[in-house]
């Protein structure tokens, strides 16, 4: 199956689809760690991506959609493969059907208040990618590799209210775009990760 996960940043997109993907055995692609590692690691796409990724503006469309074309043609996305991220805009995702057929969009919704609250909290390990809330998680090193834990540049509180505002702007019309095509099923965000990735699984398998 080829599933797109969508949703505001901080819905769980990157914490279920980590989830789903172990669950059904298929890799994750996330645009953002991709990204992230291309700007740890100097190379030529991370340093074009770098300024729009720390103003938590979106990063030219020409740039992720190759980035995506290019990893779907890995044998290990044979079977299917959860797309975290991608698309965020309709020009993507117009890019997305000329290489790709999707079986279903998991669009998880959270109220804006709430997600601003959680990106704040929000810390991640430099080392694994493990993520974790301040008001959870009463640790600086990350459980499961030792590493300090950091907060996302792009974590903090003016970048937030600018990714918010890209997401409503740019990657909200894809919920129209995908419920058009009859693939988009709603999850409640707000609940607990158990649980939204119990309503995820039922919702995925309900399509048999
Ligand atoms: P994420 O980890 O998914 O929140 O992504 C972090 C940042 O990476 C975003 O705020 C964008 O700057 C960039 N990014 C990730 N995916 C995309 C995409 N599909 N299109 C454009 N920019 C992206």
Do not use: W
Request: a negative charge; proline letters at 4%.
């Amino acid at each position: 199956m080829k599933i797109v996960f969508l949703g505001p940043p901080g819905a769980g997109k990157g914490t279920q689809a980590v989830r789903v993907c172990t669950h059904m055995g298929v890799p994750q692609i996330s645009t953002g760690v991709i990204l992230r590692r291309a700007m740890q690691e100097g190379t030529e796409t991370g340093a074009k991506a770098k300024a729009f990724v720390d103003a938590g503006q979106l990063v030219p469309d020409e740039l992720v959609i190759a980035i995506v074309a290019e990893r779907l043609q890995e044998s290990d996305c044979a079977n299917g493969c959860i797309l975290d991220g991608f698309p965020r805009t309709v020009a993507q995702a117009e890019a997305l059907e000329k290489f790709a057929s999707l079986d279903a969009v998991v669009n998880i919704a959270v109220a804006d208040e709430e997600l601003v609250a959680r990106l704040s909290g929000r810390r991640v390990c430099p080392s694994c990618g493990g993520t974790y809330h301040i008001a959870l998680d009463d640790t600086a090193d990350c459980k499961a590799c030792g590493t300090a834990l950091v907060q996302r540049d792009d974590d903090k509180p003016e970048t937030v209210l600018n990714r918010l505002s890209v997401y409503h702007g740019q990657t909200k019309p894809l919920i129209d775009f995908y419920g058009a095509r009859g693939l988009l099923k709603t999850i409640d965000g707000s609940q607990t990760p158990d649980a939204c990735f119990a309503d995820i699984i039922r919702a995925l398998e309900a399509d048999g």
